[in-house]
């Protein structure tokens, strides 16, 4: 019983910026890596960016110095603020999350995947 809910995709011109949110909400006991992926259409599923719960990050190289990648562990919510968009940014960006679900003396790590959000960049 955990959801993750993405928001803040949407349409933007080459150049811009937008910030995507992701929310984990649910029966947890924790939650270990965080990331975003994206997926074009034909395209494979790629990984993005992730941060472990201490706050060490990823990048692919694709977006190295453009994205950046942050959380608030209080608020269970990962960010990714994507600067310089370009067209070829243009995806459907996934939030990705490894949770610790503990009944009794059997924890266990699962991982749950966001409905994903759309993000379009025109050039």
């Known amino acids: 019983q955990v959801q993750l809910v993405e928001s803040g995709g949407g349409l933007v011109q080459a150049g811009g910026s937008l910030r995507l949110s992701c929310v984990a909400s649910?029966?947890?006991?924790?939650?270990?890596?965080m990331a975003w992926y994206r997926q074009a259409p034909g395209k494979q599923r790629e990984l993005v960016a992730d941060t472990t719960t201490s706050g060490t990050t990823n990048y692919a190289d694709s977006v190295k110095g453009r994205f950046t990648i942050s959380r608030d562990n209080a608020k269970n919510t990962v960010y990714l603020q994507m600067n310089s968009l370009k067209f070829e940014d243009t995806a459907a960006y996934y939030c990705k999350a490894l949770v610790i679900i503990k009944r009794g003396y059997y924890p266990a790590e699962y991982q749950y995947w966001g409905q994903g959000t759309q993000v379009t960049v025109s050039s």
């Open positions: 649910g029966s947890f006991s924790a939650i270990n890596t």
